[in-house]
């Protein structure tokens, strides 16, 4: 069987800083990070074996710093360490930063913002915590309701980071179409458009194809639609365990990609385990 693997699998920049910043923190302080530093269970474990472990909420947990993770904090966070003289590590990913950044500027200046995106995803979350007002956050067209807008308006537009460009390209074609007066960014994060169009171009080719990373993980989720929707033996996978030989009965050419929270160690050893089958 051939096996092909992604150029672009597995971790991205923000999620590789964020990793590198957590395991040099001076672990010896009473460190905390707020929600899993990344959606991976062995890198959780490893950082719980160096001392720090990670909290939903900074209420009533004693610490002397918290480690911001890759998908950002709403802004009160800051203000509430900074009040409880916690000493921040910001591993925000600087792509995430910037829409913080610009959402905050654009509303200041006058602009509604629209957020595309989960609602309840943390980066999703954070960003939304950098406006004062709160963001019209829409996870798809059908989510858009004109009612809720405004012709006199002026619309700021951002996304998650991980979200797929045609949802957002047809959002903002519609309110285009409509007439509203609006700014388009794209946010869209060049590692993940890569991730995405090399998955695309790898499951046209293949007879399967395997997508590693964590079910809580939006990316790896649109990766896996993506492949799935290409090629229809695809399957996701948290690490090699899960491979089942049955899967890849006649099958001669298979394509392997990870999501941005995926080690390189775990992507290794599916390698391993499909030479093997
Ligand atoms: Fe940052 Fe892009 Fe990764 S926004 S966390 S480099 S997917």
């Not at 913002?113 to 980066?123: K, Q, S, V, W």
């Not at 995405?196 to 590693?212: F, G, L, P, T």
């Not at 290409?230 to 298979?254: H, R």
Request: aromatic letters at 6%; glycine letters at 6%; one cysteine or more.
């Amino acid at each position: 069987m051939e096996i092909l693997l992604a150029k672009s699998a597995g971790f991205c920049f923000g999620v590789k800083r964020a990793v590198d910043m957590a395991f040099k923190t001076d672990s010896t302080k009473k460190t905390y990070t707020l929600g899993h530093i990344i959606h991976n269970e062995t890198v959780t474990h490893q950082l719980h074996e160096k001392g720090i472990e990670s909290i939903e909420h900074m209420d009533h947990v004693p610490m002397d710093q918290l480690i911001i993770r890759a998908h950002g904090v709403p802004e009160e966070v800051y203000q509430e360490a900074y009040e409880k003289s916690v000493h921040v590590i910001d591993a925000t990913c600087p792509y995430v930063t910037k829409i913080h950044k610009l959402v905050s500027r654009h509303e200041k200046e006058g602009f509604n913002i629209i957020l595309i995106g989960d609602a309840n995803h943390p980066e999703i979350i954070g960003i939304n915590g950098w406006t004062k007002k709160g963001c019209i956050i829409l996870k798809n067209k059908s989510e858009l309701d004109f009612s809720q807008l405004s012709q006199d308006a002026r619309y700021f537009i951002v996304s998650q980071t991980t979200y797929k460009k045609a949802v957002v390209d047809e959002i903002v074609e519609a309110l285009e179409q409509a007439g509203y007066n609006i700014k388009f960014m794209n946010t869209i994060c060049s590692a993940t458009s890569e991730r995405q169009n090399e998955a695309r171009e790898m499951a046209s080719q293949v007879e399967a194809m395997v997508v590693i990373g964590s079910r809580h993980s939006s990316n790896t989720q649109k990766l896996y639609e993506i492949c799935g929707s290409l090629c229809p033996k695809t399957y996701c996978i948290d690490d090699a365990s899960m491979l089942k030989e049955e899967d890849f009965e006649g099958i001669e050419k298979v394509g392997v990609t990870a999501g941005a929270s995926t080690p390189a160690d775990v992507i290794d050893e599916v390698l391993t385990k499909l030479q093997q089958i």
